[in-house]
């Protein structure tokens, strides 16, 4: 049953390790914007580079110890347990605020930017373990609803820190000493928390240890490429971190030097970029439910370029002696829209994010998942440490920001047609979840019955010309479906049912040689471990009915003595894709939006499975509700 991601910020084994990263986020961020509002606009604190090569150089020294070091974080994530190194890194973290301290009392942006570098090695031996342990803490149906929670408190834990690290770096003549002490409180009650993780295995005890940064690191990333989606998704989200850090680096600069406006513009700003990713984070859980939702990426890579290109057409302020506090702003023409254009890029990024990360979690090998992330993570340092050098080159060319912008909405439009041509799974999965989630209103009951792995058959009753569809949409893993070969032909869904590596299947008297290669291709992939789904019916109902199930299941069963699992698909019948009336898809708009159900029986062993007995099964569970 699928519960309210919420109720997991209760359990321990979720709630202390989320307070856990959320405070250690928290006080990265009240240390990087009180360093970002002392080089912005306070002109460097006597340092003799201007201001835009300073906040470059930030961001490349944070995140250049992803490249350097996790290689060997992503090992030491897996080969010890998860909850220990958390306590030590946090006791890391400790020690690390005091240097900060130090640094804001020297009054010294060098010594400050090397504590930032330093800060950057301590997330990177964090951020292997932090996605590494959610699925050993979480079930797989709560992995989109965990991974939405920690988005989202991330993005928080950025606003508030952003928020803190601005208004007290700014008190007048105690800005140091309150941003010291603060990080240092925050670091010593994350070391508390930490302590009420419970324990998670070491994946792989036995590692032996590379200490070698150049050839582990390129043993790690080829950890990301054994599974081809996987390897994709981190394509993916290393290019989101290249878009946000090209968008997140240029936002101090941006509100002084093109919209004329001072640092509570720019706290606003990143406020409503942070309010955005959170939002995005649970509307893709509320819209995912349980599984995890692949086709929600592309929506997310189109609106990501829509309001990227807007905020260069949006940004046109006029010039300025003065710059502008909040109110001025706010009340300033154009406003709004900047506003909206920066909210909704982190409601999109969202979208983006949060499925890509789920999915590496899910797909990965688990005894060396930790090694993935870490590839992942060096991925993601190499694309932010890109970003900064094209913003860099980009800017001494003389283009302005808005341009930089501009530039990087036209490259994302690039990268998402390469990553969505090379993995057309993506595309697939978003029309599907388009098509099935305008059209009906979905139940599902007890999708925990159908096997997490290995060979397994599904029979369900066969109402629409959707049905499989609305299964895939429903289904945790990938579905394989044998239809007749007539409604794989129908434009659109034959892009989406080649793409799912459907079977077509014809009968004896029309096709029999596709007939017996459908019945070959079926045993080849149940041996191969992978999920089947038939309609033994073997046609549309074309009154509501059910018809008798035809004797290829028995046939199927015979070769494969695989697990089978019954299915029922209730309220289809009467809608557009359905024979009532006539033929399907003939009178548009009827039954738009309504309350559909997908359930799930208890799974059958192949001795147990004659055609007889599957249907008294699917028939009880579709019960006398047809619509």
């Known amino acids: 049953m699928h519960q309210k991601p919420s109720a997991l910020l209760r359990q321990r084994r979720f709630g202390p390790f989320f307070l856990t990263q959320f405070l250690g986020a928290f006080n990265d961020n009240v240390f990087k914007n009180a360093l970002v509002i002392l080089v912005t606009f306070q002109v460097g604190k006597g340092a003799d580079m201007d201001s835009d090569l300073l906040v470059n150089l930030c961001a490349a020294l944070f995140i250049l110890p992803f ?337 930089l912008f501009l530039i990087t909405a036209a490259l994302n439009v690039l990268v998402a047609a390469y990553i969505f041509t090379l993995v057309p799974e993506f595309m697939m999965r978003c029309l599907i979840w388009c098509i099935v989630n305008t059209m009906y209103r979905v139940r599902k009951e007890h999708l925990d019955r159908i096997p997490r792995e290995g060979g397994a058959l599904i029979v369900c009753n066969h109402v629409s010309m959707i049905d499989a569809l609305v299964i895939a949409a429903c289904t945790r893993r990938p579905v394989r479906f044998v239809m007749y070969y007539k409604i794989f032909q129908v434009p659109v869904l034959s892009f989406i049912f080649r793409t799912g590596k459907a079977i077509p299947i014809a009968g004896r008297k029309e096709d029999p040689e596709m007939m017996d290669a459908a019945f070959d291709r079926i045993s080849e992939a149940l041996g191969q471990g992978d999920l089947i789904c038939i309609f033994p019916e073997g046609k549309l109902t074309g009154d509501g009915d059910m018809d008798v199930f035809r004797p290829g299941v028995e046939r199927i069963l015979k070769a494969n003595p695989v697990t089978v699992v019954p299915m029922a698909l209730r309220g289809l019948w009467g809608s557009f894709f359905s024979r009532e009336g006539g033929s399907a898809m003939r009178r548009p708009f009827r039954r738009i939006w309504s309350r559909i159900t997908l359930s799930v029986g208890e799974p059958i062993t192949a001795e147990q499975a004659s055609a007889e007995y599957l249907h008294t099964t699917v028939l009880a569970l579709r019960g006398d509700r047809q619509k």
């Open 67 to 403: 490249f350097l070091f996790s290689a060997t974080a992503g090992q030491v994530a897996d080969k010890y347990e998860k909850s220990g190194l958390i306590r030590k890194i946090k006791l890391l973290e400790v020690a690390i605020m005091g240097l900060a301290a130090i640094g804001f009392w020297l009054d010294s942006v060098y010594f400050l930017m090397g504590v930032l570098f330093l800060m950057g090695t301590q997330s990177t031996f964090f951020g292997p373990i932090k996605y590494g342990i959610l699925p050993q803490h979480l079930h797989e149906s709560e992995l989109i609803g965990g991974n939405a929670l920690v988005e989202m408190g991330t993005f928080l834990a950025i606003l508030l820190g952003i928020i803190a690290g601005s208004k007290l770096i700014g008190i007048e003549g105690l800005g140091a000493l309150a941003v010291s002490a603060t990080v240092i409180g925050v670091a010593l009650v994350g070391v508390v928390f930490s302590r009420m993780i419970p324990s998670a295995a070491a994946a792989d005890a036995q590692l032996k240890m590379n200490l070698n940064p150049l050839t582990e690191t390129w043993r790690t990333i080829g950890y990301t490429r054994e599974v081809d989606s996987v390897f994709k998704s981190v394509l993916g989200i290393s290019w989101f971190w290249f878009f946000g850090a090209t968008l997140l680096t240029q936002l101090p600069n941006f509100s002084k030097t093109v919209l004329y406006a001072g640092e509570d513009v720019y706290i606003v700003l990143l406020a409503m970029f942070s309010v955005g990713v959170g939002l995005g984070s649970i509307l893709c859980e509320k819209l995912s439910g349980d599984v995890v939702e692949i086709g929600l990426v592309p929506i997310g890579s189109f609106m990501l370029t829509v309001f990227c290109a807007d905020l260069y057409f949006s940004s046109d302020f006029p010039v300025r002696e003065t710059l502008m506090d909040w109110p001025t702003f706010w009340a300033a023409s154009g406003s709004l829209r900047v506003l909206l254009d920066i909210v909704l890029i982190g409601v999109f990024g969202g979208f983006f994010i949060v499925p890509l990360y789920a999915l590496v979690q899910q797909r990965s090998v688990p005894s060396h998942r930790s090694r993935v992330i870490a590839g992942n993570n060096i991925l993601n340092a190499l694309f932010m440490v890109l970003s900064a050098v094209m913003a860099v080159v980009v800017l001494k060319l003389g283009f302005s920001i808005p341009e």
